[in-house]
Each structure stands twice: as structure tokens, then as C-alpha cells.
């Protein structure tokens, strides 16, 4: 099984932008599916974008279409979420969350992203 770790969140000012990151201990190449949920506080934790290995495809929940970017470095072990033009409603704990070929999963600790002026 592999361990994940996420980085990059912080404080950010609504328009502005965030690069999360997701470190992978393992084999990366073991993981077919990759995802990045987030939840806010009170609320249910929400998948946010997935990106497939095999066949070839990225996958965005609507409040996020044509923000966030979602990409993968094999090389480097890692996923990746671009959020550019942020709004308050972003703000949320946000979790990487793999899923290997033998359907083990696992999930990161989260890392805070909060959007605010």
C-alpha cells in the first residue's frame, strides 16, 4: 500500500491561486486512479477531480470546472491540483486519495485551503 502526502495549501485571497500536492511513497505505477476530495467544516467530504491512468482521462465536479487542474508526474511520484480564480466556497480541507490497480486505497492527512480577504 502507499503512503500519500498532501502540500501547497494555505491562505488565499478569493481570485487568487493554489497548487496542491500530493507525494507518493510506493509504487506509483501500482495506482491506476487518482482523486482530490475536499470537506469543509460540517459538511461531507466531496470529490473534486480524478485523473485516470488507464484509459486516459480527467474528471471535475461541476463547482470547480474550468478552475481547478488536475495532472500527474510519474516521474516525480506525485499528483497535482492547480486552483486558480478561488472563491470563499473552496475553502475546505483538501485530501489526495489513490487507488491502485488491486483496488487498495488510500488517503492522505489533508492539507487546509482557506479563501478569504
Known amino acids: 500500500q502507499v503512503q500519500l502526502v498532501e502540500s501547497g495549501g ?23 486512479v487518482m482523486r482530490w476530495y475536499r470537506q469543509a467544516p460540517g459538511k461531507e467530504r466531496d470529490l473534486v477531480a480524478t485523473i485516470t491512468r488507464m484509459p486516459s482521462s480527467t474528471e471535475y465536479a461541476d463547482s470547480v470546472k474550468g478552475r481547478f487542474t488536475i495532472s500527474r508526474d510519474n516521474a516525480k511520484s506525485a499528483m497535482y491540483l492547480q486552483m486558480n480564480s478561488l ?5 475546505a480541507v483538501y485530501y489526495c486519495n ?7 486505497e488510500s488517503w ?8 478569504s480577504s
Open 10 to 32: 494555505g491562505l488565499v485571497q478569493p481570485g487568487g491561486s493554489l497548487r496542491l500536492s500530493c507525494t507518493v511513497s510506493g509504487n506509483i505505477f501500482s495506482i491506476n
Open 108 to 115: 492522505g492527512q489533508g492539507t487546509q485551503v482557506t479563501v
Open 98 to 104: 489513490t487507488r491502485t490497480w488491486a483496488a487498495e
Open 87 to 91: 472563491k470563499p466556497e473552496d475553502t
